[in-house]
């Protein structure tokens, strides 16, 4: 280095001008230089190519990364068949409609979304919807243009044979199928160019009263589901391992385009309680509200909301108001139905705490990231310092893998609640929601605990799986003496699982949708963790035939005991009277009412028939399939026209419209994410082949950096004089 410095300085300054390329041409040969622009300029090309041709290979598989499965979906959207089997691409959804009308105890909600087939291709379409895991679909249609194809119940597989022969003769049809209790499907085939599609769902649903307050709730989208220990369909082993996240991989990706809203919704409400309220709110969106001769109207305040979190809406009658017992019913074709709501005692504030033995079992998985994690965290530190002196408990997280905290439940005080508050601020997301293990985990080897102690399992997660009945007959198998409670974190949980696995362990559904809600629910589930308010219910109805739920659960604060029945007949119901007998903390209860005060109420009928396959599917569940439950289940949907496992709505239009020679074909848009969710993408949450495109793209502008700098051409840099050749050294001493 000091060598060049000292030849510089003898150089003139206007020797000191000279440009890198007259250098090169000073002190190299010529053709030297030519052969050495061209070899960078042949280095430079090859390079930049092999990046091009992988970049273009990357997007090409990310573009077709955008096809999903029915386990895929978010909001409810329009599928167009792709070529691979199985898979669909998203259509572009213009807007969506709900119409919600509560009367007394049943709300009816048509749901219409409108789409537009923007190609000059005749397409078949699938649309997919999520929807509230206790509703029950009874009518369906398709508008094409000015046509209305109304839907029909069938038995399953005679609806798809209806569907597939209306299709392959050019006619327009569609087919509404179950595919999970909170999810359905419709395929609509022989959609032409430019056509504008609306999609229209109704169906029932009991309206839930907790803690003072009626609740109805609207899913908007869905959280990815995770397949534990399955590869996934169509897919070689060295693509995707078992236990992948299948939908975290088709929509989880933002490469895939998932992170993208499908459209807006507006929601119209209309509510007649039949009694004076205090108050109306939504607990997640602005809305309007109009009164008018005690009815209410409630509206968005911006008119729509994007589609990525659930709406709830809650309403509050003065306390003067709310009847202990209420009784609704209706009478369809000589049948009589009824609807029974009755309210336990209140809960005195002294009464005894019991010791418990409380599991926290928290999800860390991908899904959880954002928000949730920070609700599920906060949740926790709340439950912790609820604990009693004389309590034990545990920690358990759990992703793809589970881990407890202590080996046993320790005592909540000193060293090991500071152990657990610093393990909770350290939790970190990653990995699937792998559900079984932590269930093994926090429900096996269950200690004998002293007399009138409580084993309570709190479950905080986004329930982000698909394999739910595996997972209930997990539950009823390991429960034991222990109670297990759901609390559902984020803008869009797994409510079918949450509800469904408190009931098979006993406890009781709380949900917490935002942060600010985290220390009044956690309240609520703590005041509801001290005791249960009624246990051991018995009911005796000698007017009804089939009551339901046939095994009455406990009832904990703030829940009351709702009942359906179907009646011998109207005459012996107006004679009869209700006993309900139970358990309370301080000694047995018990309380009659006559029946005559049922008022007539259209649905009632809907929902008992809707309770009787619930139960079914529940023995369906714990027995596995067979012919006995199957047609138990189809006679009564087919009956009262609705839609289950086994039925399906099919419409059918006369007119084939299609040319027989013009071929189906589809499109691609990009699917909407729940709000607040941030994912991380762990093994299970990033498809492995992308993972592999993007190394090598990587590897391939690595690899043009080391080249660039090895000759010279990397960034501006400093350029250094070649030593010259010994003839020049001469010249320039002179």
């Known amino acids: 280095m000091a060598q060049s410095v000292q030849l510089n300085a003898s150089i003139p300054e206007a020797a000191m001008q000279i440009s890198h390329k007259s250098a090169e041409h000073l002190f190299l040969p010529a053709r030297s230089c030519r052969v050495a622009r061209n070899e960078r300029f042949f280095i430079r090309c090859i390079t930049i190519a092999a990046q091009a041709l992988l970049l273009g290979a990357w997007v090409l598989f990310a573009g077709n990364a955008q096809a999903v499965t029915m386990n895929d979906v978010s909001a409810g959207e329009l599928l167009f068949a792709t070529d691979a089997n199985g898979h669909w691409n998203p259509a572009a959804q213009l807007d969506t409609k709900v119409d919600m009308r509560i ?217 003067s108001a709310v009847p202990r017992a209420a009784v609704f019913t209706e009478e369809i074709d000589g049948e009589s139905y009824a609807l029974a709501m009755v309210i336990p005692p209140d809960q005195a504030s002294n009464v005894n705490q019991l010791q418990r033995e409380t599991i926290f079992v928290v999800d860390t998985s991908g899904s959880m990231g954002g928000a949730s994690i920070q609700q599920a965290r906060e949740a926790l530190k709340i439950g912790l310092r609820t604990l009693n002196n004389g309590d034990t408990f545990n920690v358990i997280e759990f992703n793809s893998d589970t881990r407890m905290l202590f080996s046993n439940a320790m005592l909540a005080s000193g060293a090991y609640m500071q152990d657990a508050l610093e393990f909770v601020a350290n939790l970190k997301v990653d990995g699937g929601t792998d559900i079984g293990p932590a269930i093994d985990v926090a429900l096996g080897n269950q200690t004998e605990l002293p007399a009138n102690a409580l084993r309570q399992v709190i479950f905080i997660t986004d329930a982000g799986v698909i394999n739910e009945d595996e997972l209930f007959r997990q539950i009823k198998s390991q429960l034991g003496e222990s109670r297990l409670f759901t609390v559902g974190i984020g803008s869009a949980p797994n409510n079918y699982f949450m509800r469904k696995a408190a009931q098979f362990g006993r406890g009781t559904f709380t949900y917490i949708g935002k942060i600010d809600e985290v220390g009044e629910k956690m309240a609520e589930l703590f005041s509801q963790l001290a005791a249960p308010q009624l246990r051991d219910i018995e009911l005796t109805w000698p007017a009804a035939k089939e009551v339901f739920p046939v095994l009455i659960p406990d009832l904990y604060a703030g829940q009351p005991l709702t009942i359906t029945a179907k009646l011998n007949s109207r005459t012996a119901y107006l004679d009869s009277s209700v006993q309900i007998t139970g358990t309370t903390p301080y000694g047995e209860w018990k309380r009659q009412f006559k029946s005559d005060r049922g008022k007539a109420h259209a649905g009632i009928g809907t929902l008992w028939a809707r309770d009787k396959i619930a139960a079914l599917n529940d023995r369906i569940i714990a027995e596995g399939e067979s012919d006995l439950l199957r047609d138990a289940i189809i006679d009564v949907a087919l009956l009262h026209k609705i839609m289950s496992r086994y039925t399906s709505f099919v419409a059918v239009d006369r007119t084939p419209v299609r040319p027989l020679d013009a071929l189906l074909k589809g499109k691609r848009v990009p699917n909407a994410r729940p709000a607040g969710h941030i994912y991380a993408y762990p093994a299970t949450a990033t498809p492995a082949i992308e993972k592999l495109w993007f190394a090598l793209l990587c590897f391939a502008v690595a690899a043009q950096l080391w080249w660039l700098q090895r000759r010279g051409l990397a960034g501006k840099r400093k350029w250094a004089a070649p030593e010259p050749r010994p003839e020049l050294k001469q010249r320039i001493k002179a």
Not at 154 to 177: M, P, S
């Open 103 to 319: 009367s007394g105890p049943v709300a009816e909600v048509t749901v219409e979304q409108h789409f537009k087939n923007a190609s000059s291709d005749w397409v078949e379409g699938k649309y997919v919807f999520p929807l509230p895991e206790t509703a029950v679909v009874n009518a369906m249609n398709i508008r094409v243009g000015e046509q209305i194809i109304v839907g029909e119940i069938h038995e399953k597989h005679a609806a798809k044979h209806f569907y597939e022969a209306a299709k392959e003769n050019g006619q327009r049809t569609a087919l509404v199928e179950q595919q999970k209790p909170n999810m359905f499907s419709s395929k609509v085939a022989n959609i032409g160019p430019g056509e504008e599609i609306s999609v229209t769902i109704t169906y029932l649903e009991k309206v839930a009263f907790e803690h003072g307050r009626f609740k109805l709730r609207f899913p908007m989208t869905i959280t990815p589901q995770y397949i534990p220990g399955k590869d996934l369909p169509g897919m070689p082993d060295s693509v995707f391992s078992a236990g992948v996240a299948q939908s975290e991989i088709g929509l989880g990706n933002p490469l895939s385009g998932w992170a993208h809203p499908p459209g807006r919704s507006s929601i119209t409400v209309d509510i007649s309680p039949g009694m004076q309220l205090a108050d109306v709110s939504s607990s997640y969106h602005a809305i309007h509200l109009r009164q008018n001769d005690g009815n209410y109207r409630v509206e968005f305040a911006n008119g729509s909301v994007p589609m990525d979190r659930d709406f709830e809406l809650t309403w509050q009658p003065v306390a």
